[in-house]
C-alpha cells in the first residue's frame, strides 16, 4: 500500500509464507460462515520519506518492521487487487499536524503506554 501528499510518501507492505487459518465472520447469506483466512505470522514494513520536489524519494524519516503483523490471506468477495483515493477535510488535517508530547501524556500513567510509543 502506498500514500504520498505531495510532501511524504509512505510504503505499508506486509508479507507472508503462512498459509492462514479460515475464520468465520458474520454474512448477509449464511449467518455465521467461514468467509475469511488470517494469519498472525505476517511481516510487516513501514517506510516514510519526505518527497523531492521533483516528486522523488527523499530523506528516508522512517524504516521499521514487525513480524507479529495479523494479515488477510484469503477470502471473498475481494478476489482482485482495489485502488481508492482519499482527501482529507482541512480542520482534521490541521488537528493531526499538532505535535503531541507523547511522555508527558503517559507520564502519569506509564503502565497504559504501548509499547514501542
Known amino acids: 500500500m502506498v500514500a504520498d501528499n505531495g510532501s511524504y510518501k509512505v510504503e505499508l ?6 498459509p492462514g487459518t479460515t475464520l468465520r465472520a458474520p454474512t448477509l447469506e449464511a449467518g455465521l ?10 511481516i510487516l514494513k513501514l517506510r516514510m520519506w519526505e518527497r523531492m ?20 490471506v484469503g477470502g471473498g468477495p475481494w478476489f482482485s487487487s482495489w485502488k481508492g483515493k482519499t482527501t482529507t477535510p482541512e ?27
Open 13 to 18: 507492505e506486509a508479507v507472508t509464507d503462512d
Open 53 to 72: 520536489p521533483d516528486g522523488s524519494k527523499g530523506k528516508a524519516i522512517l524504516d521499521v518492521t514487525s513480524d507479529m503483523a495479523a494479515v488477510e
Open 33 to 42: 460462515a467461514p468467509a475469511c483466512k488470517d494469519t498472525c505470522y505476517g
Open 91 to 117: 480542520l482534521l488535517s490541521r488537528a493531526l499536524r499538532v505535535p503531541v508530547d507523547v511522555d508527558s501524556l503517559f507520564g502519569l500513567v506509564p503502565f497504559l503506554k504501548p509499547p514501542g510509543l
